[in-house]
T-cell receptor, first 111, second 113 residues
Framework: DQQVKQNSPSLSVQEGRISILNCDYTNSMFDYFLWYKKYPAEGPTFLISISSIKDKNEDGRFTVFLNKSAKHLSLHIVPSQPGDSAVYFCAASAGTYKYIFGTGTRLKVLA | DVKVTQSSRYLVKRTGEKVFLECVQDMDHENMFWYRQDPGLGLRLIYFSYDVKMKEKGDIPEGYSVSREKKERFSLILESASTNQTSMYLC????????????FGSGTRLTVV
C-alpha cells in the first residue's frame, strides 16, 4: 500500500516556464514533508520542506504548497532551468525520523 | 562539509556471494538507513538503525541483514546475492525527530550476475 504517491512518472517543461510536480498521500498523521532532487549516479539531495502547520514554503525558485484537506502537496519551480532536470522525490513523516518516499517524477527541462 | 560516504560506487557480484555494503557518516547522527532505488518503485526502506547495535526492519528486509557496531558506520549485508537484488543502494543518516531530513550518500550501483 503506497502511502505517498507521485502519479506522474515524467514531466517535460520548456526552459523559463513553471514546473509543477505533484504528490498525494493517504496517511493523515503525516506532519512533515520533504522534497529531494536526484541526479543519475548520485544520492538524493534535500530541496525544500514543509510542516503540516503551514500551507506554503518558499525558497528562491522553489515553492512547496500543502493542501491538507486534499492530502496533496506540490512543488513549483519558477523559472525552470536545464540544470533542474532530475528525478524529484517527495517524502513524508508522521512525527518520527522515518520518512516514506514516493516513486519519483523525472523532470526534463528543455532548452 | 558533512558527509555520508558509501565505500563503493559500482559493484559486480556473482549469484550466491555474500556482499557487504559499507556506509560511514561524520555528522554524529543517531539514525541511519538503507534504501534501494528501482525504476518505478522509488526509494524503498530495507533496514534502519536508531542507535548503536539497534536495528529495525523496513519495508523490504528479506534477503538482507545489517550491522551497526559503531555510531558512524552502518553496514548492509546481502547474505546470498540474487539477481533481483541488482539495484541502486542508498545509505542515509539523520538526527532528531521528524523535522530533520536525511543526508544521503552517493549510492552504490550493485549488479548481481
Amino acid at each position: 500500500d503506497q502511502q505517498v504517491k507521485q502519479n506522474s512518472p515524467s514531466l517535460s517543461v520548456q526552459e523559463g516556464r513553471i514546473s509543477i510536480l505533484n504528490c498525494d498521500y493517504t496517511n493523515s498523521m503525516f506532519d512533515y514533508f520533504l522534497w529531494y532532487k536526484k541526479y543519475p549516479a548520485e544520492g538524493p539531495t534535500f530541496l525544500i520542506s514543509i510542516s503540516s502547520i503551514k500551507d506554503k514554503n518558499e525558497d528562491g525558485r522553489f515553492t512547496v504548497f500543502l493542501n491538507k484537506s486534499a492530502k496533496h502537496l506540490s512543488l513549483h519551480i519558477v523559472p525552470s532551468q536545464p540544470g533542474d532536470s532530475a528525478v524529484y522525490f517527495c517524502a513524508a513523516s508522521a512525527g518520527t525520523y522515518k520518512y516514506i518516499f514516493g516513486t519519483g517524477t523525472r523532470l526534463k527541462v528543455l532548452a | 562539509d558533512v558527509k555520508v560516504t558509501q565505500s563503493s560506487r559500482y559493484l559486480v557480484k556473482r549469484t550466491g556471494e555474500k556482499v557487504f555494503l559499507e556506509c560511514v557518516q561524520d555528522m554524529d547522527h543517531e539514525n541511519m538507513f538503507w534504501y534501494r532505488q528501482d525504476p518505478g518503485l522509488g526509494l524503498r526502506l530495507i533496514y534502519f538503525s536508531y542507535d548503536v547495535k539497534m536495528k529495525e526492519k523496513g519495508d523490504i528486509p528479506e534477503g538482507y541483514s545489517v550491522s551497526r557496531e559503531k555510531k558512524e558506520r552502518f553496514s548492509l549485508i546481502l547474505e546470498s546475492a540474487s539477481t533481483n537484488q541488482t539495484s541502486m543502494y542508498l545509505c542515509a543518516s539523520s538526527t532528531g525527530g521528524g523535522n530533520y531530513g536525511y543526508t544521503f550518500g552517493s549510492g552504490t550501483r550493485l549488479t548481481v550476475v
